[in-house]
């Protein structure tokens, strides 16, 4: 090995950092885009086999029902309000308001998965049906599963920050799965719009 | 830099480096092997399988050679046939050439960069086990008589439900998940390290051109493999649930398919040459001992290359019946990409017409990649043309550019790096003169195999089929591709036996035997498991030509636990200190569970029921956190 001399000390630096300073964000981001990919490709689809149709939906099949569906992005917007207070709150190494904020976004996934299964059935067609039906719930399908990791995520997550080890990291962690969060429930948006209201005007 | 205690003298540490031994080592024996999280055992061991899975492939070129040989051939019937060449192709491009240069990426690239590991190394082994698991399912399936047989693109309607029932083509598409996952994680990984990981002092404009090729590899597989992986599962929806993507009856359609897999189809093609071209970069530097000529415009043609394989997907789709507008733009988009990669190549020759070249056998394959690249490169520029490509497509000619390309681009700059780096990662020198046979063994064989197929395209030769008559006149060129196939496997099992040997009695390399430049060279061959006792700092592009005494580093990481030092993106300053995860099965639990998921999966739509809890049961017992200590000695490096 080459010979060295050192020039500098690092010992000082600190050993929590938020943001684009930790390599965890990093690999989020890296997530978000591969995941952000896989449901543009869905919706990608859906517009290019909308061109096989006269009709959107195709004929004999009703128009999604939009109670549940419209409910659902709403609250996923506003399941972004305790996220970011928690997320806020780690930057501040505020455990107290990580773990209210962690606390309430669990209980908001679980309701949330309980939702999508509900918004299944509001689409009113089978996925085997045409396939109207079969892209329609395949971008449900896709972006459930990042609904239900997040939501195991989100709950390991608070029970970590209700133990006594909880550490520094810990709220470096529970801020970058905020990160994630923000991207689950914003991305829903442009699927709602996708799914469930422009079979009311294609 | 944010603490600096100036020149201090030289420090040689022995009781640092045997602490940092104890604490970066991986544990004995066969759990050390299965947990591993080393960039460095996890890079070897993907780059032996890759390569197993490369001699398997070849063999089946082997076997299709021999068939097509001579008219009306019966050694394989159409049925083995169509499994032979999905095979040797599924095998080429997803169990070979992605995974085998990504390999090497993530065994050089944090030694490049002067870093201890890559920045998940748990997510590492994760990639590299379901890998293995992708690779080892393919050929299961193969073995018991269910390999694929649709060809490596698998066109819809021929792999749909009505035309090829049985399992087969959900073999094709749940294989192809496997090695794509790994592909993604891989790349998040060497992402996140080339950004994070760097040595203090290497700015992206010092960052070897290697480290760049992989930076943009990794970028175009994020946005690249993403649709294969989704466009394959909705092929196996179809085919198990009953979904009609592709099924026109029901108002899918089966140019979705091509769109979707020529999105990833031809990106692939880049992902796997532009970490070849971050090779014959540090070749031509290392042998010609200069440094490569126009490194700003060799960072943007690889980053215009990116772009760029982006924006040509629809040639492959010129005989489907496109709006003239579309023909035209997809035209330009193909030729236009001809122009950083000429960029590249003049570069090179300007830097080996301005050097002293060596010419040892890394820079014989880099020559021999000129030579081959250029002309699978102009054919390329040839089937740009729709009228021209509506001629040859499907024919061998296709077959002859492509396999210029990727034989010559791809396979030729990797042995080019076997020779180059096998010091590096083992301690000893391969043969030289047993090189010099392998490379023109190689060289004229990939000439006499592949050349005569350019013109039995054009004398109408489709390819794709098992046998040809008598009558078509074929068979001499035939029987000449035959024989440079015959010659490239004496090339290869020279190759081999040139490992073997030189495993066990080539002459020792030393740290640095062929005088480089780059930060690799500055630790013993082979590495450490620390990689560097002190943290080197980078002054230039070329740190090991231009400090030619000691190194400057920095110290103060704790030696008890492994850390590592976090730079900033831009221009590497020390940023924060990582701790670093120890040895765990966690990542190889996670992979069983993911394969449980995917095999299950092809049989029964149950399979999400069974696989996805112990999938997520294994990522829970990966991230909780384990042995968490509190208060304990802290040992930093010393400092001088």
């Known amino acids: ?202 | 830099m944010p603490i600096d205690v100036g020149r201090r003298p030289s420090v040689d540490h022995e009781s640092v480096r045997l602490r940092l031994e104890e604490t970066w080592h991986q544990p004995p024996g066969l759990w050390g092997w299965l947990t591993s999280v080393d960039h460095k055992s996890i890079g070897k061991r993907y780059i032996v399988t890759a390569m197993v899975f490369f001699l398997l492939g070849g063999l089946e070129a082997g076997v299709i050679r021999a068939q097509l040989a001579r008219p009306e051939n019966t050694l394989l019937g159409p049925d083995a046939y169509n499994q032979f060449f999905t095979m040797h192709g599924m095998t080429m491009m997803f169990l070979f050439a992605v995974p085998v240069v990504t390999a090497l990426g993530l065994y050089l690239v944090p030694l490049m960069i002067g870093a201890r590991n890559l920045a998940f190394p748990r997510l590492n082994a994760y990639g590299y086990w379901v890998y293995l698991a992708g690779g080892l399912f393919l050929y299961i399936s193969f073995f018991l008589n269910t390999g694929p047989d649709t060809g490596w693109f698998s066109y819809v309607p021929l792999a749909g439900p009505e035309f090829s029932p049985g399992k087969r083509v959900d073999v094709y598409a749940q294989s192809i998940t496997f090695t794509e996952i790994a592909a993604l994680v891989a790349a998040v990984e060497l992402i996140v390290t080339i950004f994070k990981n760097r040595a203090p002092g290497m700015t992206l404009n010092r960052m070897p051109l290697f480290v760049w090729a992989m930076l943009v590899q990794a970028f175009m597989v994020l946005f690249a493999m993403p649709w294969i992986a989704t466009v394959t599962q909705l092929l196996a929806m179809d085919r198990l649930v009953a979904t009609h993507f592709f099924n026109p009856a029901e108002g899918g359609d089966a140019l979705l398919w091509q769109h979707l897999f020529w999105f990833f189809g031809h990106p692939e093609v880049y992902i796997i040459l532009t970490p070849a071209l971050g090779f014959v970069s540090m070749i031509v530097t290392t042998f010609t001992r200069r440094p490569v000529y126009g490194y700003p415009a060799m960072v943007l043609s690889l980053l215009s290359i990116g772009f760029l394989s982006f924006g040509l997907w629809v040639h492959h789709m010129f005989a489907t019946g496109l709006p003239q507008l579309g023909q035209s733009f997809f035209t330009a988009a193909s030729m236009m990409i001809a122009i950083p990669s000429g960029i590249q190549i003049f570069c090179w020759i300007a830097t080996i017409w301005s050097g002293r070249p060596r010419f040892s056998v890394p820079f014989l394959f880099v020559l021999g990649f000129v030579v081959l690249f250029v002309i699978g490169g102009v054919t390329g520029v040839m089937v740009a043309s729709v009228s021209f490509d509506q001629q040859v497509h499907d024919t061998y000619f296709v077959v002859a550019h492509f396999h210029y390309v990727l034989v010559g681009g791809a396979v030729f700059p990797l042995l080019g790096a076997f020779y180059y780096w096998f010091p590096k990662v083992t301690g000893r020198m391969l043969d030289e003169r047993l090189g010099d046979w392998n490379f023109w063994l190689l060289f004229i064989g990939a000439n006499l195999t592949f050349f005569p197929m350019h013109q039995l395209g054009l004398e109408g030769m489709p390819r794709r089929v098992y046998t040809y008559l008598q009558g078509t006149g074929w068979g001499d060129l035939n029987l000449l591709a035959t024989i440079g196939a015959v010659l490239i496997v004496l090339g290869m099992v020279l190759f081999l036996v040139n490992v073997v040997m030189s495993l066990r009695r080539g002459a020792l390399a030393g740290d640095d035997p062929w005088g480089a430049d780059t930060l690799e060279w500055a630790t013993t061959s082979p590495p450490p498991p620390y990689n560097f006792a002190y943290i080197p700092v980078v002054e230039g592009r070329a740190p090991l030509w231009e400090q030619s005494g000691e190194l400057p580093a920095v110290a103060g990481l704790r030696t008890d636990v492994r850390d590592v030092l976090l730079t900033t993106m831009l221009d590497a300053e020390p940023d924060s200190v990582h701790r670093h995860p120890v040895p765990t099965i966690w990542p190889l639990l996670a992979a069983i569970a993911t394969t449980i998921l995917f095999v299950t999966l092809i049989f029964t739509p149950w399979g999400a029921v069974i696989g996805a809890p112990l999938l997520l049961l294994s990522l829970l017992g990966w991230g909780w956190p384990q042995g968490r200590e509190h208060h304990e000695e802290v040992m930093v490096e010393q400092q001088g």
């Open chain 1, 1 to 202: 090995m080459r010979p060295m001399r050192v020039v500098a000390d690092v010992s000082g630096l600190p050993r929590t950092v938020f943001g684009h300073r930790s390599l965890m964000w990093w690999g989020t981001l890296g997530f978000i885009v591969i995941e952000g990919s896989t449901l543009f490709i869905c919706v990608a689809s859906y517009f290019y086999l909308r061109r096989n149709f006269s009709t959107w939906p195709p004929e004999h099949v009703f128009r999604p029902a939009l109670l549940i569906p419209t409910v659902q992005a709403v609250l996923m917007l506003a399941s972004n309000i305790p996220m970011r207070w928690a997320d806020r709150a780690s930057s501040r190494m505020d455990i107290r308001g990580v773990r209210n904020g962690f606390l309430v976004c669990s209980v908001l996934a679980v309701i949330m998965t309980v939702l999508r299964w509900f918004e299944f059935k509001s689409l009113h067609v089978r996925w085997d049906s045409n396939a109207y039906g079969s892209v329609a719930w395949a971008t449900l399908t896709a972006h459930g599963t990042l609904l239900v990791l997040e939501m195991a995520e989100t709950i390991a997550f608070t029970v970590l920050l209700f133990k006594d080890t909880a550490e520094d990291r810990d709220l470096a962690g529970a801020s970058d799965n905020a990160l994630y969060w923000y991207f689950m429930t914003g991305v829903w948006i442009p699927l709602y719009v996708v799914v469930f209201l422009s079979p009311y005007f294609m």
